[in-house]
Nanobody, 111 residues
Framework: VQLVESGGGLVQPGGSLRLTCAAS????????MRWYRQAAGKEREYVAF????????TYGDFVKGRFIISRDNAKNMVFLQMSSLKPEDTAVYYC?????WGQGTQVTVSS
């Protein structure tokens, strides 16, 4: 199993970013996928979940409609569209499948 995140970077408050997780080594279309994040000095935090079809999603309480998780099963990718970003969204964002994790992508929200 391999999960490779990309799309992080520096963005101003109120801005947007789209994270991508490219997955391989398992049957992606059957698999539940999740995004987590970890800010410096804090525990890893649940961000979003999507089922295999993409028809069911859930989000952490802090998201409050600002993020959208989606997937492209033809490309074995899962996405996290983030908007109205706040400084407190600064963290390393990780893609997760069962016990497998990607290396993470850094998101920094700062003016």
């Amino acid at each position: 199993v391999q999960l490779v995140e990309s799309g992080g970077g520096l963005v101003q408050p109120g801005g947007s970013l789209r994270l991508t997780c490219a997955a391989s080594g398992f049957i992606f279309s059957n698999s539940y996928m999740r995004w987590y994040r970890q800010a410096a000095g804090k525990e890893r935090e649940y961000v979003a979940f999507i089922d295999g079809s993409g028809g069911f999603t859930t989000y952490g309480d802090f998201v409050k409609g600002r993020f959208i998780i989606s997937r492209d099963n033809a490309k074995n990718m899962v996405f996290l569209q983030m908007s109205s970003l706040k400084p407190e969204d600064t963290a390393v964002y990780y893609c997760n499948y069962e016990q497998h994790w990607g290396q993470g992508t850094q998101v920094t929200v700062s003016s």
